[in-house]
């Protein structure tokens, strides 16, 4: 049993701390947690977390807030409301470099095609992709997922949580279509 519960709160009050408790963990983790994970934590009943987690979304939305709530990578995440991105670019000058057109070509063959090998990646690009596929790799976007069947049995790569986190989606399906992401990949590449 919650120890908020041992508190003798009401059920408003009780659901009042637990939004509270939810609100500071999430912030505090910096990354997505499963709602089985603030579960696990907080020691509560399932059903009380995603009620929470709605309403958290919700109260994020309607009031004039900086952040709001995202499900991403199979879980929930605090994140700044774009509209004040520049401010928070201000303060800690991001790090994370753009991925050159090479890194975004191989990166959508990835997303697109895996769990696929690198002589694949090439066949689709024409040139070998090993110093894109390398960046990728090194840069938590892509990963070896397995070994395919076959002479040589090459390494398959697939994409990682923290590609979804990159982009912003919850699972893979929320890609767009593959026809519309290149043509959209093209002309940005062109505009550059």
């Keep these: 049993m919650s120890h908020l519960r041992q508190l003798g709160l009401t059920d ?7 939004k509270a408790t939810v609100e500071a963990i999430l912030f505090a983790a910096g990354e997505p947690l499963t ?3 603030l579960q696990t934590l907080m020691d509560i009943p399932e059903a009380d977390i ?5 309403e958290l979304k919700e109260d994020m939305l309607k009031e004039d807030r900086g952040v709001e709530l995202l499900q991403v990578a199979s879980g929930y995440q605090i994140f ?14 991001p790090k994370r470099q753009k991925l050159s057109a090479a890194a975004m070509e191989v990166l959508a063959i990835v997303a697109y095609r895996q769990p696929t090998t690198k002589a694949e990646i090439d066949d689709v690009r024409g040139v070998n992709s090993e110093g894109a596929l390398s960046t990728l790799v090194e840069k938590g976007l892509v990963e070896e997922v397995g070994r395919k069947e076959g002479p040589g049995r090459p390494i398959l790569y697939g994409t990682t949580q923290e590609f979804l986190r990159y982009f912003g989606l919850t699972d893979l399906i929320d890609l767009p279509p593959e026809k519309t992401f290149m043509a959209e990949a093209a002309a940005s590449t062109e505009e550059e």
């Excluded at 995603?50 to 709605?54: K, S």
């Excluded at 700044?80 to 000058?93: A, M, N, P, Q, W």
């Design 12 to 18: 408003k009050e009780y659901l009042g701390q637990i």
């Design 35 to 37: 709602s089985k994970k």
């Design 50 to 54: 995603y009620a929470v987690l709605e």
């Design 80 to 93: 700044t409301k774009k509209e004040f991105g520049s401010f928070i670019e201000r303060l800690v000058r």
